[in-house]
């Protein structure tokens, strides 16, 4: 079972629109991650999230990305203006550290018209 | 720069065993996790390794040589539910310092036959 919920599980969107993505962790941990994958392509490292703040972005996460942590237990990824080449499916991920794996939720499919 | 290499397909028979390579060149390097991702769902973890050799688990292993940036993952007693992607990921000590990233290649798409 996924270590944390995600939602909405497909997102449709017009470009240029804002979305923002969900992430429910179900037990604590240490880090968590935002990747995403293009249809046909390899998972890609956005952020990663530590002690409630950023702790690596990848190129990828511009301008155009923010993450948060309104309440202190979930995470959002927002995307402020979205382009066609960000549909995508997006993961949120935690993880306990060192030695320790990623999770990953269910994922967040967003298709940007 | 950040590499990771595996092969793009390989099909396997029912019962058989099937070996997935891997070779790496990364900055920095905590330890190689394999990952099975079936279509239209999310990555599940199988396997790590942080120091050479070989970890066993159930019907999968791994093994890692670091002085070769090499890992495999080695498959037994395939099933056709074992039809899936294979993701090979390092843990890299990121870009700033501050924590960690996973660098995932791009995934063995194998294909398990009767």
């Known amino acids: 079972e996924p270590e944390v919920t995600q939602t909405p599980s497909h997102q449709v969107t017009q470009m240029g629109q804002e979305v923002i993505l969900r992430c429910v962790p179900i037990s604590n941990h240490l880090y968590f991650y935002w990747y995403r994958q293009i249809l046909g392509q390899k998972v890609e490292f956005l952020v990663s999230f530590y002690n409630n703040e950023i702790s690596e972005k990848s190129e990828i996460f511009d301008d155009q990305f923010s993450v948060e942590r309104p309440d202190g237990s979930n995470f959002t990824l927002k995307i402020r203006s979205t382009k066609l080449e960000d549909s995508a499916m997006y993961f949120c991920?935690?993880?306990?550290?060192?030695?320790?794996?990623?999770?990953f939720g269910n994922g967040t499919r967003l298709t940007v018209t | 720069g950040q590499n990771i290499d595996q092969p793009t397909e390989m099909t396997a028979t029912e019962g058989a065993i099937v070996q997935i390579n891997c070779t790496y060149q990364t900055s920095g390097f905590n330890g190689l996790f394999w990952y099975q991702q079936h279509a239209g769902e999310a990555p599940t973890f199988l396997s790590y390794?942080?120091?050479?050799g070989l970890e066993e688990k159930g019907r999968f292993s791994s093994f890692l040589s670091r002085s070769k940036g090499y890992s495999y993952l080695l498959l037994k007693e395939l099933q056709m539910k074992d039809s899936a992607s294979y993701l090979c990921?390092?843990?890299?000590?990121?870009?700033?310092?501050?924590?960690?990233?996973?660098?995932f290649g791009k995934g063995t798409r194998l294909l398990v036959k009767p």
């Open positions: 990921a390092v843990r890299d000590e990121g870009q700033t310092g501050q924590g960690f990233s996973f660098i």
């Open positions: 991920a935690p993880s306990d550290g060192f030695n320790s794996p990623l999770h």
């Open positions: 390794n942080v120091l050479d």
